[in-house]
């Protein structure tokens, strides 16, 4: 066969590149993102954004473009798919002119100077279009990180979703922006409040508009963030570098783990501190009750009314110790909040005398906000839900989570905090028998203070060790002068870990489910004797790795519950 032959690259006006660039990346991005029909609004909300794009694309007045507007103010969410096949079919031959490099940029692999962070004035932190609620909670402590490289600089976030970085400290101003047309200014540097000294946009997809931004950007400093690509990207107009970075791959997969490797690429201090102190509380769970607050609901898939009914109705059927009350999520429309009721019915039909169910109800208006559900957060005591927003939220006031997760979404897992994953192909009565194990802590008003188990020396073995693995972890000395500690650490740490690994089946068969979020019967051992000096930081990463995987661990965050007064 014959290939046929290919279409001329298209040249592009220089002002026209960036408009053209947002247009074809969140396009693409659209077609890869399934959407629930509980989230009906989602797309129809980026084709308004997109469209504002349509003004300053069709000002070069480039026929190939005036075509690709054309198909643009066509779209509607009925008949996307069809038109946007069309629309990256109609901007293909313009590419090779949005991707490529002026040629004055010396590309690194090097930090940048420390002095484009630490020397702003004005920062703007951009979370772009394609960021999901759950992945833009995982962006929370960046402001603080590039507060603490800059005390006396004015930072603005710029976010997609009105309300949700309202309890986040450290930052001066929140706008929250509709169109890509404010993003296309924003990139620029003028942005809502005039012009920004670092523009830092953050995205879970690869924005890769840094070659369009090269040819606009005569000064100042323009970061590109992805975590999902686990990448990092800084423009340094003045100087003409452009400095790049990825994932180590296959270390720092988690998301969570993936954004403080590149902020400390970029020179800040991200360390392993609580996340919880990014977001301000203003209320504390009852004392007299057990609240348990219930969200469903995730942007990408429907819930089961089946599922979550027998759920619920399995988890609640003992007689509880103290009253409890559990709270379900409306949702954002009519079509979930019909589903809230019908479960708060169903459920509270099959439930033990001492439990009462309702449908929580928003301070304005007729859907829940982003404030109305961090309220509900931060008085419960226990967060049931899905892989979405609400398992990343939850953890941040405190709550005890229980995330029900399919399985290839591991890197989605929050660390430290006392969130546990079970699977919804299990069998649903032993996934309300598992997370029985962890509600009934809580039942009596207090954390326990035991475990199921005659003898629980080794398991308090494996949370010292884990401990000081995690001190050493994360010393700042030189690692020349703690490395033989760090070595001699991890080996106590492995050794311990493969001892209550291979405890596992004296646990009751009740923690069957809690314990099936991983193999733990695949040792930990790592061969840290006899390692030049030279490939020691090599080998700390991968301690850092190891250690951080079973931070992530149920089995971990249930030993830390048990055993640890007062923790949560």
């Given at each position: 066969?014959?290939?046929?032959?290919?279409?001329?690259?298209?040249?592009?006006?220089?002002?026209?590149?960036?408009?053209?660039?947002?247009?074809?990346?969140?396009?693409?991005?659209?077609?890869?993102?399934?959407i629930s029909s509980s989230n009906p609004h989602y797309l129809g909300r980026r084709l308004e954004g997109l469209r504002s794009l349509a003004e300053p694309i069709s000002r070069a007045g480039v026929p190939l473009l005036d075509e690709a507007v054309h198909q643009l103010e066509a779209m509607t969410p009925a008949n996307f798919h069809r038109l946007s096949e069309r629309l990256q079919a109609t901007l293909l031959p313009v590419a090779p002119a949005i991707t490529e490099l002026p040629r004055d940029y010396v590309v690194s692999s090097s930090s940048p100077r420390p002095e484009l962070l630490a020397g702003a004035r004005r920062v703007l932190l951009i979370a772009g279009p394609a960021i999901g609620v759950g992945d833009e909670l995982i962006l929370f402590p960046l402001p603080g990180w590039l507060r603490a490289a800059n005390p006396t600089a004015e930072i603005t976030v710029m976010s997609g979703y009105g309300g949700l970085w309202d309890r986040v400290d450290g930052v001066d101003h929140r706008v929250t922006y509709r169109a890509h047309r404010e993003l296309l200014d924003a990139i620029r540097g003028d942005g809502p409040a005039g012009a920004y000294d670092v523009v830092v946009l953050a995205d879970f997809e690869r924005p890769d508009l840094h070659p369009a931004v090269c040819g606009e950007l005569s000064t100042g400093c323009y970061v590109e963030l992805s975590l999902g690509g686990r990448s990092g990207v800084l423009v340094d107009g003045h100087n003409r570098w452009l400095h790049r970075t990825r994932g180590p791959l296959p270390y720092a997969s988690n998301f969570y783990f993936g954004l403080p490797h590149l902020a400390e690429w970029l020179g800040l201090d991200a360390?392993?501190?609580?996340?919880?102190?990014?977001?301000?509380?203003?209320?504390?769970?009852?004392?007299?009750?057990?609240?348990?607050?219930?969200?469903?609901?995730?942007?990408?898939?429907?819930?089961?009314?089946?599922?979550?009914?027998r759920l619920l109705s399995a988890l609640l059927q003992q007689r509880p110790e103290r009253p409890v009350e559990v709270v379900v999520d409306p949702g954002t429309n009519t079509q979930t909040q019909a589903f809230a009721l019908s479960l708060v019915r169903s459920t509270g039909a099959r439930t033990a005398p001492g439990v009462t169910l309702s449908v929580a109800r928003p301070a304005q208006g007729s859907s829940m906000s982003f404030e109305d559900v961090f309220?509900?957060?931060?008085?419960?005591?226990?967060?049931?839900?899905?892989?979405?927003?609400?398992?990343?939220?939850?953890?941040?006031?405190?709550?005890?989570?229980?995330?029900?997760?399919?399985?290839?979404?591991?890197?989605?897992?929050?660390?430290?905090?006392?969130?546990?994953?079970?699977?919804?192909?299990?069998?649903?009565?032993?996934?309300?028998?598992?997370?029985?194990?962890?509600?009934?802590?809580?039942?009596?008003?207090?954390?326990?203070?035991?475990?199921?188990?005659?003898d629980a020396a080794p398991e308090r073995e494996l949370l010292a060790t884990s401990r000081r693995l995690g001190q050493l972890l994360g010393d700042e000395r030189d690692l020349d002068d703690r490395f033989d500690s760090l070595c001699g650490a991890y080996r106590d740490f492995s050794r311990s870990y493969r001892t209550v690994a291979g405890r596992l089946t004296a646990w009751p068969q009740e923690f069957g489910e809690l314990f099936a979020d991983v193999d733990y019967l695949e040792p930990l051992?790592?061969?840290?004797?006899?390692?030049?000096?030279?490939?020691?930081?090599?080998?700390?990463?991968?301690?850092?790795d190891r250690w951080q995987w079973w931070q992530n661990t149920n089995l971990r965050k249930y030993l830390r519950l048990a055993l640890e007064a007062g923790v949560q």
């Open positions: 066969m014959i290939a046929p032959p290919r279409a001329p690259s298209a040249s592009l006006p220089a002002e026209v590149k960036l408009p053209v660039s947002l247009l074809t990346r969140y396009v693409l991005f659209l077609t890869r993102r399934p360390g392993l501190g609580d996340r919880r102190r990014a977001v301000r509380r203003t209320a504390e769970p009852p004392a007299d009750r057990l609240r348990i607050y219930v969200n469903a609901f995730t942007s990408k898939y429907d819930p089961s009314a089946l599922y979550w009914s309220s509900q957060m931060e008085r419960a005591h226990v967060v049931i839900c899905t892989d979405s927003f609400p398992a990343h939220a939850a953890p941040l006031f405190g709550c005890a989570t229980l995330v029900i997760a399919d399985m290839g979404l591991e890197n989605w897992r929050v660390p430290f905090q006392p969130v546990w994953y079970l699977s919804p192909q299990a069998d649903v009565d032993a996934v309300a028998t598992a997370m029985r194990q962890v509600v009934g802590r809580f039942e009596h008003g207090a954390n326990g203070s035991a475990l199921p188990l005659a051992d790592v061969p840290v004797d006899g390692v030049p000096r030279g490939l020691s930081g090599d080998l700390a990463f991968h301690l850092r």
